[in-house]
């Protein structure tokens, strides 16, 4: 039973609301965490290698807010001040990514040690006292585990008694003590992957980091021992059903870029086991080998939306320019949400500010106004050339962001005070040094800046130029009242404006999304402060459909409502059954730069994967080496996906990649799937 829903953290706030509403936030947030523990049930399978089916029972409950959750007006206004211009801002928890390796080595008990050592020096530290008590509620919660294995071992046949000890005995070591062998490695990875998103009430994008680094010295144990390579099978097989049941379709595994003999079965095991969950991550260079290449552009992976291509190379340059030292770069793991990050070290926001580029170029073109009439921006005047209108662009995104920004920031002192994580502080260096919760505390605070709709935008100011300032054949003010109306009666404009240049399909149209992206990682990453690293970004998942939703007509003739660009690609509009021109456009753009991270989409029949491998490897091999970060695959039909809106009980288990996460088809929004076949038919997917 999948336990991503929040109702574990309901029933705990209300069964023992007035006990915690007494206490401060820190011991509240460890006494929470252990309450949770407690109200869990181990459910032992007839066929699992190792322990993991964790059910809770309670019934559902409303969410009741603590006294000192409560918000000032004041405060309010700031964090929901970005709203005015269709932005957000939001401390998202989740995305998280510990050192699986360390803890593999050295056990929790290792951090017990450098606990204790600390708490010598500050007996009394609130944060180092609560990330005690989330060890002790840890080895609590896998002593009950075992003790209830013992209990079924009584009433157990003789055949099935050893599986039954094996887990037990592993419940009693890992993962306070160090992994000895292949099943402990697994059974102590999955409670950490387990207790990371209990412990944040954030079951999303939990990364699995170097799986096929830090298991192989486990994985070549285990068949040095005489363990045969079925048996292994069956461990992977039941820790991805784990995987697959609790997570969110966002949890990636991290193959590559130096394949290994793990690497090749993990390729092989996801190819048998046909599950949304988890992700690989396939990360190549240019030592990848052809082997490796064709046992990752495959039919039966691009039919699940799976892998994701990451460039490695290009992952490290964008580390480097964000301000890692090179050496640490080179160890960086990627979490399923384009998240390039080193494991251990960070506090992940990646929907921190959700900015709604089109504001920007709106207030630009309308002396600092919206088309609503709505003033945001003073001091604008009107745009009579080119480089009148990006230097509006430039002062009115400086002001947007600088809210957005106030905005995160208001956030993110409120989160710590009242939400902190001392489980996960506890697991992220250097929090127990500085004495402090994660978001204070780790080396890197990623705030990850969607720049929501750039494509669009740029494809907005190529139209204004063309139109406006360099033929004349219309107004400023002309677009601005179509726009305004929707296009109602402006039909022949519409039309002027869909015929230029657009990114992704006409050459002529990149020099204006090349600029608008380096006006944009300029002013997010001139904010950067402390342990904050503001990263800009193109990931939208498919949030781009929401967004669109709630937007007005755009200068590119987008008519209101409808989705923006996805990801690092371009427009609906613009899509073609030919994927070169989007994809040298998309690594055209500063993605160094645009180190939050963002995929390229590209769908393509069963039948082009099945015929056409090579071409698709070289499309891919281009990209990434052109400074893409990302790309990312899905084989799928036109006909299939109208077939599953039709008839979704015949195609219940239909598994699509949307950017960021896997998921069955049928649980997407109707405008979602809308979305995603127009995606596929324009790229000639019928």
């Known amino acids: 039973m999948a336990l991503c829903d929040g109702r574990l953290e309901r029933f705990i706030r209300d069964a023992h609301w007035n006990e915690l509403n007494a206490l401060p936030p820190v011991r509240r947030a460890v006494r929470k965490f252990a309450l949770s523990l407690e109200h869990l ?37 700031v964090m929901d001040a970005p709203e005015r211009f269709g932005s957000r801002a939001n401390v998202d928890r989740g995305h998280t990514l510990v050192d699986y390796g360390e803890i593999l080595r050295v056990g929790l008990r290792g951090c017990e040690e450098k606990l204790d050592h600390a708490l010598m020096e500050t007996p009394r530290d609130e944060h180092l006292l609560a990330m005690k008590a989330s060890l002790e509620a840890v080895r609590a919660f896998t002593r009950r585990m075992a003790d209830s294995l013992a209990e079924k071992m009584t009433a157990a046949s003789a055949g099935d008694r050893p599986r039954l000890v094996r887990m037990r005995d592993m419940l009693l070591r890992v993962p306070y003590e160090p992994a000895r062998t292949f099943y402990e490695a697994v059974q102590s990875v999955w409670i950490i992957h387990f207790l990371l998103p209990l412990s944040d009430n954030a079951w999303y994008s939990i990364s699995l980091g170097r799986f096929d680094r830090y298991m192989l010295p486990y994985y070549e144990e285990a068949l040095r021992s005489g363990v045969d390579e079925a048996e292994i099978r069956r461990v992977l097989h039941h820790f991805w059903l784990l995987l697959n049941a609790y997570a969110d379709g966002a949890c990636l595994l991290n193959v590559g870029p130096d394949y290994n003999a793990l690497s090749r079965l993990l390729i092989a095991c996801q ?35 799976q892998p994701t291509f990451y460039g490695e190379a290009s992952c490290v340059r964008a580390l480097i320019e964000k301000g890692v030292p090179e050496k ?61 209108a990006f230097g509006n662009v430039e002062r009115c995104a400086a002001q947007l962001i600088g809210i957005g920004l106030e905005a995160y920031e208001a956030r993110a002192e409120y989160s710590e005070r009242v939400e902190p994580n001392p489980f996960i502080s506890l ?43 360099q033929s004349g054949q219309f107004t400023l003010s002309q677009l601005s009242e179509a726009v305004r109306a929707d296009f109602e009666g402006y039909e022949a404009l519409r039309r002027a404006l869909l015929a230029c240049p657009k990114f992704g399909r006409d050459e002529a149209a990149a020099p204006y999304a090349v600029r608008l992206a380096g006006i944009l990682q300029r002013l997010i990453r001139a904010h950067d402060h402390g342990n904050r690293r503001y990263s800009p970004s193109l990931h939208t ?29 371009i427009s609906n509009a613009a899509r073609s059954a030919d994927p070169t021109a989007m994809a040298l456009a998309s690594s055209a753009l500063p993605q160094y730069a645009f180190y939050g991270g963002q995929p390229l989409d590209v769908s393509f029949s069963p039948d082009t994967v099945r015929m056409h491998a090579q071409e698709i490897e070289a499309l891919i091999r281009i990209y990434l080496e052109r400074g893409g970060l990302q790309f990312q695959v899905n084989a799928l039909s036109g006909a299939t996906l109208r077939a599953a809106v039709a008839h979704p009980e015949t195609y219940s288990g239909l598994v699509v990649r949307i950017g960021g996460f896997s998921t069955c088809f049928r649980n997407l929004s109707p405008a979602s799937q809308r979305e995603l076949i127009e995606r596929v038919e324009r790229e000639g997917n019928a």
């Open 41 to 77: 049930t181990l459910e032992v399978r007839q066929d699992d290698e190792i322990a993991g089916w964790f059910r809770f029972d309670g019934e559902d409950c409303p969410c009741r807010p603590f006294d000192d959750e409560a918000i000032d007006e004041k405060t309010r206004a």
């Open 427 to 469: 697991l992220t260096k250097s929090c127990i040094d500085r004495r402090c919760d994660r978001i204070s505390g780790a080396d890197y605070h990623n705030v990850t800046v969607e720049c929501m709709g750039l494509a669009d935008a740029a494809d907005a100011l190529c139209a204004v130029d063309r139109l406006v300032f």
């Open 271 to 305: 190819k048998d086991f046909a599950l949304p969950a988890p992700i690989l991550g396939a990360r190549v260079s240019d030592e990848t080998t052809q082997s490796d290449w064709d046992a990752l552009v495959d039919e039966r992976l691009f039919a699940m939306g």
């Open 541 to 569: 998942l498919d949030a781009n459909v929401g967004y669109g939703a709630c937007w007005g007509a755009g200068y590119d003739g987008r008519l209101s409502g409808a989705p923006f660009a996805k990801n690092a690609g």
């Open 328 to 388: 640490e770069a080179r160890g960086f793991s990627n979490n399923s949400c384009m998240g390039i990050g080193l494991p251990g070290r960070e506090f992940n926001s990646m929907w921190g500010l959700v900015f709604m580029v089109s504001a920007a170029v709106e207030t630009a073109l309308n002396e600092g106004r919206l088309l609503s009439g709505e003033m945001l921006v003073s001091g604008i005047g009107a745009a009579y050339s080119l480089e009148e």
